[in-house]
């Protein structure tokens, strides 16, 4: 919950801007406080074509297994993703607590985490895209050009370099926080995963707080699918009546979501990785 509103406290945190520089700037210090390295990954593209390219640039960390080298790019297994950016709004101060911020602190959390098992933590990619939120209107998944610009570049990195056949799953978390926590996968997640997700939610008691959207949307859990053909989740709560709005604020979200998310994803993390 600190590191939510160390973002949110940055104020809008639109691509592009000082403020997700900075934004990036405390994320990378919180994974490398952790042991986990951070490569920063930097490309130009052109969401809204009229308006000309733009500098974006994910963070993707790797924990390294044995501490006397750096960690190698083949022996990741399992993608974790947060969006990191805000939604540019004119009109509004939009901070987006729960919408940015919130899956990345708990993102930092888990690395912490995870840290404290290096055989597991080895195994995950956590990336933080950029360029999540569209800057006019979502293109389609594959293409853009707006919306989705971070995860699109990622997956087709990966597709491009073959390191997409290493990934077994990928899960993206984006808007996990609001105190009235409600899970609504979309229509579409990939059946095992849904399956393994409700099954570790059942586990640890919440199982309620789990269910599915009434249709499918995309997120940056689209591109990974779509493009690295690697079986992607969106976990997020769109039961959200702040969404997008100036009362998406730390006032809404609670530290205990948090956990229920990271705690359900560490369960589902050990069940599949252990086999
Ligand atoms: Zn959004």
């Known amino acids: 919950m600190k590191d939510v509103k160390r973002q949110v406290e940055i104020g809008p945190r639109p691509s592009g801007t000082a403020a997700l520089a900075e934004a990036r700037a405390r994320i990378t210090e919180s994974l490398r406080q952790a042991g986990w390295e951070v490569e920063a990954q930097e490309f130009e593209h052109a969401p809204v074509p009229k308006q000309g390219e733009m500098h974006f640039i994910n963070l993707i960390a790797r924990f390294p297994a044995d501490k006397s080298r750096s960690a190698s790019r083949d022996a990741q297994s399992v993608i974790i993703g947060s969006h990191y950016d805000t939604k540019r709004m004119d009109s509004i101060r939009f901070v987006g607590a729960n919408d940015g911020a919130s899956s990345t602190g708990a993102l930092l959390e888990l690395a912490r985490v995870l840290a404290k098992a290096p055989a597991l933590a080895s195994r995950i990619e956590l990336v933080f895209f950029d360029g999540e939120e569209a800057i006019v209107q979502f293109g389609p998944p594959e293409t853009g050009p707006d919306g989705l610009v971070g995860s699109r570049h990622y997956a087709t990195v990966l597709r491009d370099t073959g390191r997409a056949k290493q990934?077994?799953?990928?899960?993206?978390?984006?808007?996990?926080?609001?105190?009235?926590?409600?899970?609504?996968?979309?229509?579409?997640?990939?059946?095992?995963?849904?399956?393994?997700?409700?099954?570790?939610?059942?586990?640890?008691?919440?199982?309620?707080?789990?269910?599915?959207?009434?249709?499918?949307?995309?997120?940056?859990?689209?591109?990974?699918?779509?493009?690295?053909?690697?079986?992607?989740?969106?976990?997020?709560?769109?039961?959200?009546?702040?969404?997008?709005?100036?009362a998406d604020t730390m006032d809404k979200l609670s530290a205990a979501s948090l956990e229920t998310i990271g705690r359900v994803t560490l369960w589902m993390l050990a069940k599949e990785l252990g086999k």
């Open 167 to 246: 990934f077994k799953f990928g899960i993206v978390w984006d808007m996990i926080g609001d105190a009235d926590l409600t899970v609504t996968l979309p229509r579409d997640t990939p059946p095992a995963l849904s399956a393994s997700l409700f099954a570790a939610a059942e586990a640890l008691g919440v199982r309620r707080k789990f269910g599915f959207a009434s249709g499918d949307f995309s997120d940056d859990h689209s591109p990974l699918n779509l493009i690295a053909k690697i079986p992607a989740m969106d976990v997020i709560d769109f039961e959200y009546p702040p969404w997008h709005t100036s």
